[in-house]
Nanobody, 118 residues
Framework: QVQLVESGGGLVQPGGSLKLSCAAS????????MGWYRQAPGKQRELVAD???????NYADSVKGRFTISRDNAKNTVYLQMNSLKPEDTAVYYC????????????WGQGTQVTVSS
């Protein structure tokens, strides 16, 4: 049974930082592309960042220079370090895992809420 369990969300003031974690089980983690998506109220889910099995990263323009995605294959965990947070970063953040070329067959976590507000 595949499980992706996110943690680390919460309430933070503008300019603050949070680090999200996603622990995976039931998959051969090291071969999966791992990604973070977010969905704000009334908006579509969008890609925030992803990282390939080889460590190549990709970021949405809106988070470049502020967010960093990383993975620890020994711990089956992917991270999202979020700095200089803005109110528009408020959303539910979801972890995603898929094998390259088979994105439609990927797996999702349950999501973790990030709220940026003073």
């Amino acid at each position: 049974q595949v499980q992706l369990v996110e943690s680390g969300g919460g309430l933070v003031q503008p300019g603050g930082s949070l680090k999200l974690s996603c622990a995976a089980s039931g998959i051969v983690f090291r071969v999966y592309v791992m990604g973070w998506y977010r969905q704000a109220p009334g908006k579509q889910r969008e890609l925030v960042a992803d990282i390939t099995s080889g460590g190549t990263t990709n970021y949405a323009d809106s988070v470049k220079g502020r967010f960093t995605i990383s993975r620890d294959n020994a711990k089956n965990t992917v991270y999202l370090q979020m700095n200089s947070l803005k109110p528009e970063d408020t959303a539910v953040y979801y972890c995603n895992a898929y094998i390259s070329g088979f994105q439609s067959s990927g797996f999702w976590g349950q999501g973790t809420q990030v709220t940026v507000s003073s």
